[in-house]
């Protein structure tokens, strides 16, 4: 599916989860196969992940969802299963021009779930549901 | 999602031509889009859902911006058992806008600490008239339409995961969308946008081309199956197919009949292309 990453990435994400949980750092090699599966949004994720940028947010229904703070200070909803993030990036080079598989918000999730550098917090349900419908990112 | 349509083939399939030996199936993540007009689109998915419900036992969440006034004929006139208690378990809701739409199935996650079924498919009918709005530019459009189908697909993973703890049926997800020019004769060629962003997330497409004889527009629509997500078995000792066609005929009292096309005819190049025109 479209909307998922290719096994080559996945694959990727994997050895920097193995590697980064034994020596607490990325080689160089891996940023640079990062940086080519990627591509330039490789090192603004990075730096979202050096800022500690993105939450795990849940709720007692068992909803899980990433909320990345921006660096102009928005926060950016990005679901667990599905590509999807409200940037402008995301819709120009990956929806409209489909250069990118992932915008800097979904990849600095997926580097974080990774490497184990989540921010951890609980909403209620209700609170998920403004969250997951985008109401959240509006009425802060 | 694709063996419910084929369920809803055979069940208003001609006696003549039904094909028992063909099974349609799909990944079990996939989703399907049904691309026609908004007539069709709408009685084929009313027939899905009440033969989900009342053939399958599943409980539906149908989402559409028009209340629904009357059953489909053919489900009238048919022998399918229409028991009060199968209706029972399609919902139909009616967001009137986009920030409805999303907060009603954004909210889908807060039915699991009930004790009732949770839904095992969800249907947007329409989906086009949450996404167009007078002056959204075309970005901004391609981003609510991928926001609609990729919160779908989140809200039916998660209730997959819940429903499998519970032995109910995974959770789908079926979405029909009028392309913009359809029934208005615009540049066949022109790439749909939406249509574009749509197939992303959903991997089982449905095409209903309107069939044209003569210049003249019958009631009879080729549909199309196909999609990286679909798979038919009966044909070619079961190896993928990469499409599948039927021909749906409106009856002159409203009702739905299909007939399995085994190959392409003549007549199937005399259609009202109601897509983007990728395909000839």
Not at chain 1, 78 to 87: D, E, G, K, V
Not at chain 2, 85 to 108: H, N, Q
Not at chain 2, 194 to 222: F, M, P, T
Not at chain 2, 252 to 271: C, I, Y
Request: with cysteine; hydrophobic share 40%.
């Amino acid at each position: 599916m479209a909307s998922c990453l290719p096994a080559v990435a996945e694959q990727l994400l994997k050895d920097l989860q193995k590697t980064y949980s034994e020596k607490s750092q990325i080689p160089d090699e891996l940023l640079i196969a990062l940086r080519f599966i990627f591509g330039s949004c490789t090192l603004q994720a990075l730096d979202l992940v050096d800022q500690r940028a993105v939450t795990c947010v849940s709720s007692p229904s068992g909803r899980v969802v990433f909320q990345v703070l921006g660096g102009s200070g928005r926060l950016y909803t990005c679901y667990t299963s599905c590509h999807y993030c409200p940037c402008p990036a995301f819709s120009f080079s990956v929806l409209r021009r489909n250069e990118s598989l992932v915008c800097k918000h979904i990849l600095a999730a997926y580097l974080c779930q990774a490497m184990g550098l989540c921010q951890q917090e609980q909403v209620p349900d209700q609170q998920m549901t403004l969250i997951l419908s985008g109401r959240a990112e509006l009425d802060p | 999602m694709v063996d419910i349509l084929s369920v809803v083939f055979r069940r208003f399939g001609s006696q003549v031509h039904a094909s028992g030996d063909m099974k349609l199936s799909s990944q079990p993540e996939s989703s399907t889009l049904v691309v026609g007009d908004e007539n069709i689109n709408r009685s084929l998915l009313l027939l899905t859902a009440i033969t989900a419900a009342s053939e399958m036992g599943y409980k539906v969440l149908f989402f559409t911006p028009n209340q629904i006034q009357s059953l489909p004929v053919t489900v009238q006139d048919s022998s399918v058992s229409l028991k009060p208690d199968s209706l029972k378990k399609i919902r139909f809701v009616y967001p009137k806008t986009l920030e409805e739409l999303l907060e009603d199935v954004a909210s889908l996650h807060e039915l699991v600490p009930e004790s009732a079924p949770l839904p095992s498919l969800l249907i947007v009918d329409g989906v086009e008239r949450y996404v167009r709005v007078l002056d959204r530019p075309q970005q901004d459009s391609q981003s609510t339409a991928a926001h609609i189908v990729a919160l779908l697909h989140d809200t039916a993973a998660f209730l997959k995961a819940r429903s499998e703890k519970s032995q109910q049926p995974p959770c789908r997800v079926i979405v029909s969308y009028q392309p913009e020019r359809e029934g208005r004769g615009g540049d066949v060629f022109a790439p749909d946008s939406i249509l574009l962003v749509l197939e992303r997330y959903l991997q089982v497409r449905c095409n209903l081309h309107k069939v044209i004889n003569s210049g003249e527009a019958q009631n009879e629509w080729l549909l199309h199956l196909s999609g990286p997500g679909l798979q038919v078995d009966g044909y070619g000792n079961g190896e993928k197919c990469l499409g599948l066609q039927w021909r749906v005929v409106m009856q002159p009292n409203g009702a739905l009949e299909f007939r399995p096309e085994s190959a392409p005819k003549e007549e199937t190049l005399q259609v009202q292309h109601s897509d983007c025109g990728n395909e000839t």
